[in-house]
């Protein structure tokens, strides 16, 4: 069991900057690959990014390369996303997720996915 709380989101205008953090707890995190998805109102659950157990692969959507950079720091049990550039498209509800089955290969698929956080909303105005 692997229990997610994502933290940091809140209100910006475009172009501003946000970093959300996502702190694990329960089973070993660092024999997970983790992901960010995002959510907008009406819309289906969207790959942000994906980073492996030992942070040598990471992954993107193309809407978000080079605005967005996933990390995370195992011995704290915390993944981040720190969001630059952010534009009105960006707003959403923005999870993370664990992937138990898998610790090398960051999936851009949800249902990859076994465990995830409640959500924290991000809104982006121009």
């Known amino acids: 069991q692997v229990r997610l709380m994502e933290s940091g989101g809140g209100s910006v205008q475009a172009g501003d900057s946000l970093k959300l953090s996502c702190a694990a707890s329960?089973?070993?995190?660092?024999?997970?690959?983790m992901g960010w998805f995002r959510q907008a109102p009406g819309k289906e659950r969207q790959f942000v990014g994906g980073?492996?157990?030992?942070?040598?692969?990471?992954r993107y959507a193309d809407s978000v390369n080079g605005r967005f950079t996933i990390s995370r720091w195992n011995v704290a049990n915390s993944v981040y996303l720190e969001m630059t550039n952010l534009k009105p498209e960006d707003t959403a509800v923005y999870y993370c997720?664990?992937?138990?089955?898998?610790?090398?290969?960051?999936?851009?698929?949800?249902?990859?996915?076994?465990?995830w956080g409640q959500g924290t909303q991000v809104t982006v105005s121009s």
């Open positions: 997720a664990a992937d138990s089955a898998d610790f090398q290969t960051p999936s851009t698929a949800s249902d990859e996915y076994d465990y």
């Open positions: 329960g089973r070993a995190f660092n024999t997970n690959a």
């Open positions: 980073i492996n157990w030992n942070s040598a692969t990471t």
